[in-house]
């Protein structure tokens, strides 16, 4: 199986699935083509779902980063100017197989979360493909089509609109790790109103595809 066919799978689950912990991640990459692109680095932290309670909870202490060592020059200068990740630690990064090795055994089981998610999962999905063999069985979903279909009057699509709108700071922006504290913070904000009409994962996964049949301006 393909990369690309990989992402045409439904998120039926292939496994079971961790209904309390869900993990928020971001990449950077060396550009924005999944298909070509190299994946530099993964940051990921765990969010802590009380469904009993209604409560999100972001857990800094369950936390995962990894930079992965490129063999030949993976970026650009003014790629590495965005992400911050100079030529000598892409080189002194972990094996591509070992750090993805143990980003599997960090999620787990868990839902994983990114803003704009298909990207995050087509370029995690094609690494892992190439270099464990295996497609990732973990459901995804988009953070941005969350904001949306609990905040339709917003009029914001980019992540750095939603951070502005709820007035998130996020220094340095572009920056694995400091996004993804930056969208957990996002998923807060937006959770009281996810609550009141989910009591599943199922019911999330439910409320972001209805986003899709949304018209937007």
């Not at 680095?41 to 009380?50: G, L, S, T």
């Not at 080189?91 to 980003?103: D, S, V």
Request: hydrophobic content about 45%; charged content about 25%; overall charge neutral.
């Amino acid at each position: 199986m393909s990369w690309a066919d990989w992402l045409r799978k439904p998120f039926a689950a292939l496994g079971g699935v961790d209904k309390t912990r869900w993990v928020v991640l971001d990449v950077e990459t060396s550009g924005l083509d999944p298909q070509r692109d190299q994946l530099l680095a993964i940051a990921a932290i765990a969010v802590q779902v009380d469904w009993e309670r209604k409560r999100l909870s972001i857990l800094p202490g369950d936390s995962f980063e990894v930079v992965l060592r490129q063999t030949s020059v993976g970026s650009s200068r003014d790629n590495i100017l965005l992400h911050g990740i100079g030529l000598q630690r892409q080189r002194e990064g972990m094996p591509t197989e070992e750090a993805l090795r143990a980003f599997e055994r960090f999620i787990g089981h868990s839902p994983l979360l990114a803003f704009h998610a298909p990207f995050d999962q087509a370029m995690i999905g094609r690494h892992v493909l190439e270099h464990l063999g295996a497609a990732l069985p973990n459901r995804w979903v988009d953070i941005e089509q969350l904001c949306a279909v609990t905040h339709e009057k917003v009029k914001a699509r980019a992540l750095d609109e939603w951070l502005a709108h709820f007035g998130i700071v996020c220094t340095p922006r572009h920056q694995a790790a400091a996004d993804t504290l930056a969208e957990c913070e996002l998923l807060l904000r937006i959770w009281p109103k996810m609550a009141g009409q989910c009591h599943s994962w199922s019911d999330v996964e439910k409320l972001a595809a209805h986003q899709r049949w949304i018209a937007r301006a």
